[in-house]
């Protein structure tokens, strides 16, 4: 609640006025011990009392880069949005040099253009001395005048980013101000009517006189002379100014379009890239679905075959076991006669080794004889 703007403010170039300082910084603002000490409840009128114990004025110092009272006075400017006339006595406040400082700061923030100029150089005759607090936390000496060309001719001061401003010549040029006059065409003028009542007082000679009312002057021709050179400087340094907006615009046209050809070469390349990783993604997808095809045929085929081997098992183990019944059904019979089998096959090999079976009939005889008698049988 205590770092919210004035719900009455107005908007300062399209925007909170607290939003002219940088986020960082104003974090840092709000987290300061002055911020929530001193500047807690200020109002317009309390905030003089704040800005006459100014004794230096900077942005940031330290390491942790912690605010400075000025800049923190300047914050709670932009947050209660006192009121042009406060800000323009604060600007012509003679007692008070850091009062000057602080509502000038505050005015080339959140002023416009002519106000800027019609306020702030008045104040190029101010000389005083001001104490300015570095990055590093050290003092250095500067003065009122140097302070309001820096506010007028940079862009970044005390930490904060200045909004940018017309040159001054474009404003003469249109209108809206007049030529600058200086504190030193006063004294300019006193010089040359003193030397014009010089000699008057001599009383000089009449053709003196006809010389100097015609302009025959030394001191006349001098002066005129300077004028003449004092607007051809000026002439001079608006044909360069000029000739700097242009060159300005031209360079900003240029890298504008620059940007916009790469932004456009940009997008066409990541439309590429895109298209291609659509294509890539799309091949990717379809061999993805060749490789399931292919593993569900292969799933179908190997549950094929599996059920054809059962059903050729099943059919093999039929044809066994009917194999097995029938042999069982022809070999009963065989079996009760394999006895009478196996005698006779051996009174067949007992023949056999008796040799009377043999085909000669005398080897035959002779060994019927000899088995008779209990002898071994002819080896022929």
């Known amino acids: 609640m205590a770092n919210r703007t004035d719900p009455l403010a107005k908007s300062i170039r399209g925007t909170n006025p607290q939003n002219l300082v940088e986020k960082i910084l104003r974090s840092k603002i709000y987290q300061n011990t002055y911020w929530k000490e001193q500047c807690f409840g200020l109002t317009a009128e309390t905030l003089v009392d704040k800005a006459m114990e100014l004794d230096h004025l900077g942005g940031t110092f330290g390491?942790?880069?912690k605010p400075t009272p000025f800049i923190c006075l300047v914050m709670k400017m932009l947050q209660i949005q006192p009121e042009k006339d406060i800000v323009v006595e604060f600007i012509k406040n003679e007692d008070y040099k850091y009062v000057r400082a602080l509502g000038a700061f505050y005015l080339r923030i959140t002023g416009t253009d002519i106000d800027i100029y019609r306020y702030l150089e008045p104040l190029y005759n101010d000389y005083r001395k001001l104490r300015r607090k570095l990055a590093d936390g050290q003092y250095a000496l500067t003065h009122v005048d140097e302070y309001i060309d820096e506010l007028l001719t940079t862009d970044y001061s005390c930490d904060i980013a200045?909004?940018?401003?017309?040159?001054?010549?474009?404003?003469?040029?249109?209108?809206?101000?007049?030529?600058?006059?200086?504190?030193?065409?006063?004294?300019?003028e006193e010089e040359e009517e003193k030397d014009e009542d010089e000699p008057l007082a001599t009383g000089l000679d009449d053709d003196h006189e006809k010389d100097y009312y015609r302009g025959g002057s030394p001191t006349r021709e001098r002066d005129r002379d300077r004028r003449r050179d004092s607007h051809r400087y000026r002439d001079r340094d608006y044909d360069r100014d000029r000739d700097y907006d242009r060159d300005y615009d031209r360079d900003r046209d240029y890298d504008r379009e620059r940007g916009r050809r790469d932004r456009d070469r940009d997008r066409d390349r990541h439309r590429l890239r895109d298209d291609k990783d659509y294509g890539r993604e799309r091949d990717r997808e379809r061999d993805r679905e060749a490789r399931e095809r292919d593993r569900r045929d292969r799933e179908r085929g190997r549950h094929r075959s599996y059920s054809r081997s059962r059903s050729r098992s099943r059919d093999r183990k039929?044809?066994?076991?009917?194999?097995?019944?029938?042999?069982?059904?022809?070999?009963?019979?065989?079996?009760?006669?394999?006895?009478?089998?196996?005698?006779?096959?051996?009174?067949?090999?007992?023949?056999?080794?008796?040799?009377?079976?043999?085909?000669?009939?005398?080897?035959?005889?002779?060994?019927?004889?000899?088995?008779?008698?209990?002898?071994?049988?002819?080896?022929?």
């Open 162 to 188: 200045l909004p940018r401003i017309k040159k001054r010549s474009q404003l003469e040029h249109n209108g809206q101000l007049e030529p600058r006059r200086s504190a030193l065409e006063d004294d300019f």
């Open 318 to 380: 039929d044809r066994d076991d009917d194999r097995r019944k029938r042999h069982a059904r022809g070999s009963a019979s065989p079996a009760r006669d394999e006895p009478k089998k196996k005698k006779e096959k051996k009174e067949k090999k007992e023949k056999k080794d008796d040799g009377t079976d043999h085909p000669d009939p005398e080897i035959a005889e002779a060994n019927r004889l000899r088995a008779s008698l209990g002898l071994k049988p002819l080896k022929l």
């Open 63 to 65: 390491g942790n880069r």
